[in-house]
């Protein structure tokens, strides 16, 4: 168990439709990292936020959006949603640049 | 720019043969290199990493990684496969700039076990 937690574990939904994945990161760790795995693109990634900023952003779609809050959990929106959407999407967390830990991932189908 | 190449996206061996994943990598700065498992339907766990120590890196579950900047290599050993060790292995680098930090990952090599 690496201290990450991700809700919900699955989603199924439509295309058109607009989800929310949360994270909560380990205790005391500051940054949050969202990835996408999907089998054509591998994992790839997406943003990082660092105490409630935005600090890099990878190969996000403009109809994707995160944000972390004051208690350091982070939201993964995904909206107008495509059959591509489908994936799995993980949640990391560290402490500042070090080691990432990885959580348990939700897995979106978009039908 | 960084990037990570591992070779052979399936390699099948043993129980209790040599395991050898190969992972090759780009970086224009000394690297931080890792190596993730994952299982089926699982997260991603943290084998082990490089963060230009020791070249020579232990894990967990007897696996290691040697670091050799004269062949931009970092290939993932363990002595004696057991079947509890198939999954799929990521190799990955991190970019660090201006306070941010990624992971850029490879694709994966699946490992399969025989009895």
């Known amino acids: 168990d690496s201290g990450v937690t991700q809700t919900p574990k699955h989603l199924i939904t439509a295309t058109g439709q607009r989800v929310t994945l949360r994270c909560s990161p380990r205790s005391g760790d500051l940054s949050v990292y969202w990835y996408q795995q999907s089998l054509d693109q591998g994992l790839q990634f997406l943003i990082q936020y660092y105490n409630g900023e935005e600090r890099a952003k990878g190969n996000i779609l403009e109809r994707f959006s995160a944000q972390q809050f004051p208690d350091l959990h982070s939201e993964l929106n995904l909206s107008s949603l495509e059959l591509g959407d489908s994936a799995l999407y993980f949640c990391?967390?560290?402490?500042?640049?070090?080691?990432?830990?990885f959580g348990p991932g939700t897995r979106l189908t978009v039908l | 720019a960084q990037s990570v190449t591992q070779l052979g996206s399936h390699v099948s061996v043993s129980e209790g043969a040599l395991v050898l994943l190969r992972c090759n990598y780009s970086s224009s700065v000394p690297p931080y290199l890792f190596w993730y498992v994952q299982y089926p339907n699982q997260g991603l766990q943290l084998l082990l990493k490089?963060?230009?120590?020791?070249?020579l890196v232990k894990g967990i579950n007897g696996f290691e990684a040697e670091f050799k900047k004269s062949e931009t290599s970092f290939h993932l050993t363990k002595p004696s496969a057991h079947m509890s060790d198939a999954a799929e292995y990521f190799c990955?680098?991190?970019?660090?700039?201006?306070?941010?930090?990624?992971?850029?990952f490879g694709a994966g090599t699946r490992l399969a076990v025989h009895p």
């Open positions: 990955a680098v991190s970019l660090f700039s201006g306070g941010y930090n990624k992971l850029i």
């Open positions: 990391a967390s560290s402490a500042g640049t070090d080691t990432q830990y």
């Open positions: 490089y963060t230009s120590a020791a070249t």
